[in-house]
Structures are given as structure tokens and as C-alpha cells.
């Protein structure tokens, strides 16, 4: 992707709520998309990721993402957070086909789960 | 995911000083990065590295060398450092550019 665009910087939800976090990129051409999850004093941790096929990513820790090409979005999605979600939440892409291009990274969401 | 591994987990350095940072992959891939993380900053690429071949440099500065022996070892070399310098510095390692990339734990650097 050219850019990737993480809308909200802070996102606090009450345990067991659902939650969205959402991400929006721009690229003209076809784009790889990924989620990582960052905990306190650790580095990034793969969440899921979309490469081709099904719009609907499953991922670890109950988490998911859905691939939409006309809104050219990749929201994060759990139907219940538990106060081990609280973290640092990044949406990163890539251009398809390309091998040549580094991941560009989103500025984060940071999800507080209140108990 | 710990198929990388980054030391020292925390270095305190005077402005100074002469120091190491060490990023060690044995996941077989053949591009790795440098990224700086500052608080309340994005996440900011500094190096990368494909096939032991430096193909990027973001305009860092020259007190930031990088080093890639191999395809499994990327250093920092970090001279005269600044107190602005202080962060976490993430390594990772792909199997190309543009593929998932793999996080090591980081190490934060701490400059007096």
C-alpha cells in the first residue's frame, strides 16, 4: 500500500464488548494487508493477515479482519475483549506483486480494555 | 514468535559512548530492518536490508550505521548519540520485502 491511515489513535471499550479498530489504505493496485498487536515492552506480534482469497481473515486471540476493495478498508474486529487485549494495535500493508517494497506501517490504535 | 532475537534487551548509553545493537534471524529470510519507536510517535523505518544489500536509508543520520554480514545478522553500530536518540529499536525480518515481517522483542536504548 502508499499509505496506511489508522483513524482512531485511542480506542477504550468495557471488557466483553465488542470492538473495532479501524484502518484504511490507499493503492491503486492490488495490496497485501496485515494487523500486529504490540504489548507493552515487547515488539510486534502478528495478528492476521490478507494476501488473496476469502475478504474475511481469521486470526489469533479471537480476532478478525475484513477485507473490503471498494472502501479500500481492513477493520479489526472481536466480539468480546477481554483485558488481556489492552495493547498497541498496528495496520500495515504492501503492494501485491511487487517483493520490492517494504511494509508501511499505520500509527497505531491503542485499545484500553476497561474492566 | 521468537524466531528473532535482539540484544541487549536495554542499554543505557552516554552520549559518548560507542555501542552495538544485534538482530539474529534463523528463519531463512533474506530481507531484515531497523525500525525506530519513539512514545507518541509512529512506528519510523530506518534500514533495510535485502539479501545483505542495504536498499534503504531514510534519511537517518550518520551516528546510525547499520551492518549486515549475513542474511541472518543485522547490527547497529550507534555513536554519539543524542538524548532524542532514546527509543525502542525493533528489528525484523521477512522472507522478501513487501512479506509478513517478524518482530524481534526490541531493545530500548536509553541515551543520558
Known amino acids: 500500500a502508499q499509505s496506511v491511515t489508522q483513524l482512531d489513535s485511542q480506542v477504550p471499550v468495557f471488557e466483553e464488548a465488542p470492538v473495532e479498530l479501524r484502518c484504511n489504505y490507499s493503492?491503486?493496485?492490488?495490496?497485501?494487508l496485515f494487523w500486529y498487536v504490540q504489548y507493552p515492552n515487547q515488539g510486534l506480534q502478528l495478528l492476521l493477515k490478507?494476501?488473496?482469497?476469502?475478504?474475511l481473515v481469521k486470526g489469533i486471540n479471537g480476532f478478525e479482519a475484513e477485507f473490503n476493495k471498494s472502501q479500500t478498508s481492513f477493520h479489526l474486529r472481536k466480539p468480546s475483549v477481554h483485558i488481556s487485549d489492552t495493547a498497541e494495535y498496528f495496520c500495515a500493508g504492501s503492494l501485491a506483486d511487487s517483493g520490492n517494497t517494504p511494509l508501511v506501517f499505520g500509527k497505531g490504535t491503542r485499545l484500553s480494555v476497561i474492566a | 514468535e521468537t524466531g528473532v532475537t535482539q540484544t541487549p534487551r536495554h542499554l543505557v548509553m552516554g552520549m559518548t559512548n560507542k555501542k552495538s545493537l544485534k538482530c539474529e534471524q534463523h528463519l531463512g529470510h533474506n530481507a531484515m530492518y531497523w525500525y525506530k519507536q519513539s512514545a507518541k510517535k509512529p512506528l519510523e523505518l530506518m534500514f533495510v536490508?535485502?539479501?545483505?544489500?542495504?536498499?534503504e536509508n531514510n534519511s537517518v543520520p550518520s551516528r546510525f550505521s547499520p551492518e549486515c554480514p549475513n542474511s541472518s545478522h543485522l547490527f547497529l553500530h550507534l555513536h554519539t548519540l543524542q538524548p532524542e536518540d532514546s527509543a525502542l529499536y525493533l528489528c525484523?525480518?521477512?522472507?522478501?520485502?513487501?512479506?509478513?515481517?517478524?518482530f524481534g522483542p526490541g531493545t530500548r536504548l536509553t541515551v543520558l
Open positions: 493503492s491503486s493496485v492490488s495490496v497485501y
Open positions: 525484523a525480518s521477512s522472507l522478501r520485502q513487501g512479506n509478513t515481517q517478524y
Open positions: 490478507y494476501l488473496s482469497g476469502s475478504t
Open positions: 536490508y535485502s539479501l545483505e544489500e542495504r536498499v
